[in-house]
């Protein structure tokens, strides 16, 4: 158990050194950022599909499959299920594409932490991951070529949860996600001046932002799992987040800078802190909106597994003041995701490759967002697999996904990206029962 544990931790200090931007989306320009997507590799290989569940996998996105049957393997000599821990991290590379020209941009991410402790009927879990991103710099020229305004931004929301599922019996569990949400989104944005020559002047003005987000919500979920035959099972899953408030405490700030010619770098000159409470914006609350998943599936246990699932939000109570932009609002997304896995033979000895899991899927997303008259979607294609690592049925998942976001009608960007994941999915044992001859 120490082996593994100081494997996750050498892990999750590997990524974080590594992580130095978590988005390079201009779309998360708006709002309070792209939101991430709150599941395993695993999970995300199979399109976003999240309504299996085992007892060797956390899945992230289900509270009530915390709580589940144990695997044929286990009960022998009183053993329960194991203890399961998973972190994950992707890197993504993107190629931003306007009616203007073409970019490449870079970014890596931590993606979540997790536990999961069972205690008979019951199943805990404990976990960090992040659940929206900003990252952007955006520059707009004007009729002469040259920088009119300069925007960018950094930051984004976390979450640390708590959940617990119960197994009422052998086919139905339920469960609750109780979520702190935290962060902070700092942006600014620079107004350039130029002389009668047009040449920039030596000094410019640049607003700052920053916001400090806190606030608790709620996901609960449902699970069902059954025989339809001797080897025909169905696994059927609901989640539901009601709609919560979030509190922003807000600063704004007008600096002097200047602006080194060759390396970009700007320098304050003098700062000035604006008055938010006069104008009632020093602390404002954000609504995150309700969100419904649900989905079924069917597939032989140890074998294969092929499903759908479809989630909606509603985006369009999203609201705070501080983030209202010009040309955009926000209307209800939706994701519909297939996908599934395959294993040729889970206990083979004589064929490793015979035990990894191999999983594909697709997924086709409405964000929620839309600008200039323009709903901006979502697709992605996904394979991962899944290789056994150690004991007690321990793996490593590699996940890859190719898709694109947006479009470049209305002088917008199109988002051809590519993402590539890595997971720990670690089994543990903790309670043993010791017996002595």
Do not use: C
Not at 191 to 212: A, I, K, M, V, W
């Amino acid at each position: 158990m120490i082996k593994k544990l100081v494997l996750v931790f050498i892990a999750l200090f590997a990524i974080k050194s590594y992580a130095q931007e978590t988005t390079a989306s201009p779309y998360s320009f708006y709002g309070i950022g792209t939101l991430k997507f709150k599941g395993t590799v695993e999970n995300r290989s199979m399109g976003g599909l999240s309504i299996y569940k085992d007892s060797i996998h956390v899945n992230l996105r289900n509270p009530a499959t915390y709580a589940d049957n144990n695997l044929s393997v286990f009960p022998f000599n009183g053993e329960s299920r194991p203890v399961k821990f998973t972190v994950g991290a992707g890197t993504t590379s993107t190629n931003l594409e306007s009616n203007s020209g073409e970019a490449k941009v870079k970014s890596t991410t931590f993606d979540y932490l997790a536990l999961s402790v069972p205690v008979g009927k019951f199943g805990f879990g404990f976990g960090l991951m992040p659940y929206t991103a900003v990252g952007y710099k955006l520059e707009n020229t004007n009729d002469q070529g040259n920088i009119d305004t300069r925007f960018s931004g950094e930051g984004g929301l976390n979450k640390a949860f708590f959940s617990v599922g119960y197994q009422f019996n052998k086919n139905f569990s339920a469960g609750i996600d109780a979520n702190y949400n935290f962060g902070n989104i700092q942006n600014s944005t620079i107004q350039f001046r130029y002389n009668n020559e047009g040449d920039p002047l030596q000094t410019q003005s640049r607003e700052n932002n920053r916001s400090d987000l806190s606030g608790l919500n709620i996901n609960i979920g449902l699970h069902y799992k059954g025989m339809l035959s001797d080897k025909l099972e169905i696994q059927s899953a609901l989640t539901y987040s009601p709609s919560s408030n979030l509190v922003s405490k807000n600063t704004r700030s007008f600096s002097t800078i200047t602006i080194d010619s060759f390396s970009g770098t700007e320098f304050e000159v003098d700062t000035i802190e604006s008055d938010l409470q006069a104008s009632g914006l020093e602390e404002t609350d954000l609504k995150l909106p309700s969100r419904f998943s649900i989905g079924s599936g069917i597939g032989q246990p140890q074998k294969w597994f092929a499903g759908v699932e479809y989630t909606t939000q509603n985006t369009s109570e999203f609201s705070n003041e501080l983030y209202s932009n010009t040309g955009s609002t926000f209307e209800n997304a939706s994701v519909f995701s297939l996908g599934g896995f395959y294993i040729p033979k889970h206990d083979s000895f004589s064929s490793y490759f015979k035990r990894v899991v191999y999983r594909a899927g697709l997924r086709f997303e409405n964000t929620g967002l839309n600008i200039q008259n323009q709903s901006i979607k979502e697709f992605g294609m996904s394979f991962g697999v899944g290789l056994p690592v150690g004991r007690l049925f321990s793996n490593a998942n590699l996940g890859f996904e190719i898709g694109n976001r947006g479009t470049t009608d209305a002088n917008l960007i199109k988002e051809n990206f590519v993402r590539f994941q890595l997971s720990l999915s670690l089994n543990d044992r903790w309670f043993n029962k010791r017996k002595y001859n």
